[in-house]
């Protein structure tokens, strides 16, 4: 599997769709489109099957459709996405994204505490 994780906005989409779903047919990725998308079947499938191309899903033959399922984790493509972002627009400085991202939210004191309590269990790790 290619170590280039690049999804475009839909294919990020219809990757979401089936990782929830675990696997489906391009029928069951159409189910699960909010109301309001309007993506055709034919669209839905060429996108999975680029998704097949860029070896990011499988497929198995099933009667007459395909059932895609995922290669690539959820959390494999967020710690590429985070490791990316880090690298490019941080020079890879994980304290100044993390900085980035405390002074640029508005975090309620409770998303504080619980920000705490992560680097103090991490620190307790780190000090066994």
Known sequence: MSE?????????ELMEILWKLGQGTVRDVIACLPKSRDLA???VST?????QQKKILTAVKAGKQHIY???LSKDKFA????????KHIF????????AYLVDKNN??????????????????????
């Open 4 to 12: 280039k994780y690049q999804l475009t906005p839909v294919e990020h």
């Open 41 to 43: 079947y034919t669209s």
């Open 47 to 51: 996108i999975l099957r680029i998704l």
């Open 69 to 71: 399922k995922p290669l």
């Open 79 to 86: 710690t590429h996405s985070v490791k990316t972002m880090m």
């Open 91 to 98: 020079s890879g400085n994980s304290v100044n994204m993390v």
């Open 107 to 128: 975090l309620s004191l409770e998303e504080i505490n619980t920000l705490q309590e992560l680097l103090e269990s991490k620190k307790r790790e780190l000090t066994k």
